[in-house]
């Protein structure tokens, strides 16, 4: 009997670790996650349907007119040193029967998953969880609550200032007097959510140096030896982001990125 009460409680333990677990197992328990994320995905896709014509007016086009108020925030602390248009105002096109209706799913599905964005990363982290030591368990975890974190401040970057000076340099800048620009819905929709998803990516760095670390490709020594390059090379990086040639503007985004390669140096080992 003492037996059999140790080979179930072994059982157990294989259960709750993984250890033990099949193939098929393994499959069973990622096709249950994947399950999951899309309930979640659907919920918040739900969510974000009905609320999009609200969330359209008030947040994705902000940056089409004069009044957004990161225009005028940047025009009082600036104290002049940059001034805007005070007729800007982009009237966004449509040129396709179904391109509203597809916009609308498609905006949709991105901010639902923006949103669902903690979930998923809880149910990767649940999956591999069973399959690290406990001083794996002990590192990874902050780093995945971390990434989540620091996933979101980019993209509130890339909204409040990298989407909108971008916007607006490009719509500004005149080849010929005589060219009107008339900006297709299909367009700005896709600049909106490239640029925005691209700066949670890069913020993503941090953690991305972090893992490289745990593999011994990455290293501190080595960071900080190319700090110089690595400043011309974000000074490239920031201009291509914002092309408007402006000196404050370009320091806004470059700091940023600046600040990510100093915690990148912070967070991995020697």
Known sequence: MQEDK???EEVKVEEETGEGMSFWDHLEVLRWALFRSACVLTFCLIGTFMALPHIFDNFILAATTNDFFVYRWLSEISHGMI???PDFNVQIININVASQFMTHIQT?????????FPYFIWEIWKFIEPALYENEVKHIRPAFMGGTIMFYIGCAVGYFLVFPFTFRFLMEYQLSPSIQNQINLSSYIGN???LIMVMGIVFEMPLLAWLLSQ????????????R??????????AAIITPSGDPFTLML???????????SIMVIKK
């Open 228 to 237: 110089r390059h690595a400043i011309v090379i974000l000074l490239v990086a």
């Open 253 to 263: 985004v470059f700091v940023p990125l600046f600040f990510l390669y100093e915690m």
């Open 192 to 194: 909106f959510t490239m």
């Open 6 to 8: 140790e080979v179930i």
């Open 215 to 226: 593999f011994g490709i990455l290293h501190k020594d080595f960071l900080r030896e190319y």
């Open 83 to 85: 001034t805007f248009n």
């Open 108 to 116: 949709s599905i991105s901010l639902a998953a923006v949103i669902a």
